[in-house]
């Protein structure tokens, strides 16, 4: 009796020790195979512009792959059917997919934003009704600290089934200001008095020219609206001090801030 069929006669459970000895053979071959396609992996996408996520994605998702390839190998090499071996794993999958549909439905809208990249860590964006600073972007949530310091973890599904606003992505924002002044204020005395604020605000960009004209007109007052172009990162700064410096100047120039008021005409009647 020859070597190979003494190992061959020698069973251990189901399975014969020369099937046993070569299932480890190719697991040791497997596993060094899989160590070197993952590391030529990650050196390649180490030369991408890829998101970190992203890449570590791609990564892991090769590795199962690569596993799922090997255990299949390693159940021929025991005899195993692999076609029975792939129906349960098919089972299997499709039961684990239905009941983390959720998860699975981040994960993959995760991949989306990632892939896309329609926003990047500290960009201001607006989706949906949330709006804020983006901390970070992971595979099933992304983190966004709004103008209060709170920090919402949304959901990645939720941002690729909305809108998204990013307002840092050009680099300038419009500040769009309106402001109520009396009738009796001449419009140019207002405008002058606008516009000097907007002059004295070294953030406030000349190109495209600050905008200033009266929008509506409305039942005490006259609405002016102003527009000013600023660097993203000044928005709120020039927000708020704008805002500020309007109201010193209107009182310096006797620009009156109107109140809602009714003028009640009183007619006499006669017996």
């Given at each position: 009796?020859?070597?190979?069929?003494?190992?061959?006669?020698?069973?251990?459970?189901?399975?014969?020790?020369?099937?046993?000895?070569?299932?480890?053979?190719?697991?040791?071959?497997?596993?060094?195979?899989?160590?070197?396609?993952?590391?030529?992996?990650?050196?390649?996408?180490?030369?991408?512009?890829?998101?970190?996520?992203?890449?570590?994605?791609?990564?892991?998702?090769?590795?199962?792959?690569?596993?799922?390839?090997?255990?299949?190998?390693?159940?021929?090499?025991?005899?195993?059917?692999i076609?029975?071996l792939?129906?349960?794993?098919s089972?299997?999958?499709?039961?684990?997919?239905?009941?983390?549909?959720?998860?699975?439905?981040?994960?993959?809208?995760?991949v989306?934003?990632?892939?896309?990249?329609?926003?990047?860590?500290?960009?201001?964006?607006?989706?949906?009704?949330?709006?804020?600073?983006?901390?970070?972007?992971?595979?099933?949530?992304?983190?966004?600290?709004?103008?209060?310091?709170?920090?919402?973890?949304?959901?990645?599904?939720?941002?690729?089934?909305?809108?998204?606003?990013?307002?840092?992505?050009?680099?300038?924002?419009?500040?769009?200001?309106?402001?109520?002044?009396?009738?009796?204020?001449?419009?140019?005395?207002?405008?002058?008095a606008?516009?000097?604020?907007?002059?004295?605000?070294?953030?406030?960009l000349?190109?495209?020219?600050?905008?200033v004209?009266?929008?509506?007109?409305?039942?005490?007052?006259?609405?002016?609206?102003?527009?000013?172009?600023v660097?993203?990162?000044?928005?709120?700064?020039?927000?708020?001090?704008?805002?500020?410096?309007?109201?010193?100047?209107?009182a310096?120039?006797?620009?009156?801030?109107?109140?809602?008021?009714?003028?009640?005409?009183?007619?006499?009647?006669?017996?």
């Amino acid at each position: 009796m020859t070597f190979f069929e003494t190992l061959d006669s020698i069973k251990i459970g189901t399975f014969t020790l020369n099937e046993l000895l070569s299932a480890v053979v190719v697991l040791i071959v497997c596993y060094a195979v899989i160590k070197a396609l993952c590391h030529i992996n990650r050196r390649a996408l180490d030369r991408t512009t890829l998101d970190s996520g992203m890449r570590s994605f791609i990564a892991s998702s090769l590795k199962v792959l690569l596993w799922i390839i090997a255990v299949l190998i390693i159940a021929d090499c025991l005899n195993i059917p692999i076609t029975s071996l792939v129906a349960a794993l098919s089972v299997a999958g499709l039961a684990l997919s239905l009941s983390i549909q959720g998860i699975l439905s981040n994960l993959f809208s995760g991949v989306t934003i990632l892939g896309t990249r329609p926003f990047k860590g500290g960009d201001f964006v607006q989706v949906g009704d949330q709006s804020g600073t983006v901390q970070s972007v992971g595979l099933f949530h992304t983190v966004i600290r709004t103008i209060d310091a709170k920090e919402v973890y949304v959901p990645n599904s939720n941002i690729t089934s909305s809108n998204i606003i990013n307002f840092t992505s050009v680099g300038r924002r419009r500040v769009d200001l309106t402001f109520s002044a009396s009738y009796d204020s001449p419009t140019q005395l207002v405008r002058k008095a606008i516009l000097d604020a907007v002059e004295d605000n070294s953030r406030i960009l000349n190109d495209p020219s600050p905008f200033v004209a009266i929008s509506s007109y409305g039942s005490s007052s006259v609405e002016y609206v102003c527009w000013v172009w600023v660097d993203s990162k000044n928005y709120w700064d020039v927000y708020y001090g704008l805002n500020e410096a309007v109201r010193e100047n209107f009182a310096a120039n006797g620009v009156v801030f109107p109140y809602n008021q009714l003028d009640v005409h009183m007619v006499e009647r006669r017996a």
